[in-house]
T-cell receptor
Framework: NAGVTQTPKFQVLKTGQSMTLQCAQDMNHEYMSWYRQDPGMGLRLIHYSVGAGITDQGEVPNGYNVSRSTTEDFPLRLLSAAPSQTSVYFC???????WGGGEQFFGPGTRLTVL | TQLLEQSPQFLSIQEGENLTVYCNSSSVFSSLQWYRQEPGEGPVLLVTVVTGGEVKKLKRLTFQFGDARKDSSLHITAAQPGDTGLYLCAGASRNKLVFGAGTILRVKS
């Protein structure tokens, strides 16, 4: 199993550009989520999905869109990049819901810089 | 908004010393997880505690969940240079994880 994969690993955008961060998992996990990590702030939840066709907002959803058409993929779209979106983005998946203490498996991250 | 306050933010100790990292909140969580993160990688789960008062041990690491399920601690005995990294606590509420800001641990040989 490859686990959770993310592409690209690094990306530089100009303000106003759009792009999609890709996330895929091959563990048949129902739960997937996107976080951003900024220095001194831990990880903050952007969006999450409890299954194909079902998504919901996290703590910091503004400026980001998600969709979940398959169990395996959960792309994150930046509609119009802003310097405040400069961060490291992590995708994670879990077999069971978090309320049950489900273990989240994290991808290696995408380091995004917006100029 | 649920918050998890983690302390200390940074810890630099000598090999062989003991240390404790704290994670506190005013909110109740259904479970609490501790992760460790290496530079350039995603967090990796160390342990999940679910029951108030629960204590779990993982070799030299001891994790405790508060009776009221609002706080947790991570104690490392006889720290080793290999323990160096970022330690994150995360509380689960419904389908969301709330992370603390993390504790950067540096163990010097």
């Amino acid at each position: 199993n490859a686990g959770v994969t993310q592409t690209p690993k690094f990306q530089v955008l100009k303000t106003g550009q759009s792009m999609t961060l890709q996330c895929a998992q091959d563990m048949n996990h129902e739960y997937m989520s996107w976080y951003r990590q900024d220095p001194g702030m831990g990880l903050r939840l952007i969006h999450y999905s409890v299954g194909a066709g079902i998504t919901d907002q996290g703590e910091v959803p503004n400026g980001y869109n998600v969709s979940r058409s398959t169990t395996e993929d959960f792309p994150l779209r930046l509609l119009s990049a802003a310097p405040s979106q400069t961060s490291v983005y992590f995708c994670a998946s879990s077999r069971v819901g978090l309320w049950g203490g489900g273990e989240q498996f994290f991808g290696p991250g995408t380091r995004l810089t917006v100029l | 908004t649920q918050l998890l306050e983690q302390s200390p933010q940074f810890l630099s100790i000598q090999e062989g010393e003991n240390l404790t990292v704290y994670c506190n909140s005013s909110s109740v969580f259904s479970s609490l997880q501790w992760y460790r993160q290496e530079p350039g990688e995603g967090p990796v789960l160390l342990v999940t505690v679910v029951t108030g008062g629960e204590v779990k041990k993982l070799k030299r690491l001891t994790f405790q969940f508060g009776d009221a399920r609002k706080d947790s601690s991570l104690h490392i005995t006889a720290a080793q240079p290999g323990d160096t990294g970022l330690y994150l606590c995360a509380g689960a509420s419904r389908n969301k994880l709330v992370f603390g800001a993390g504790t950067i641990l540096r163990v010097k040989s």
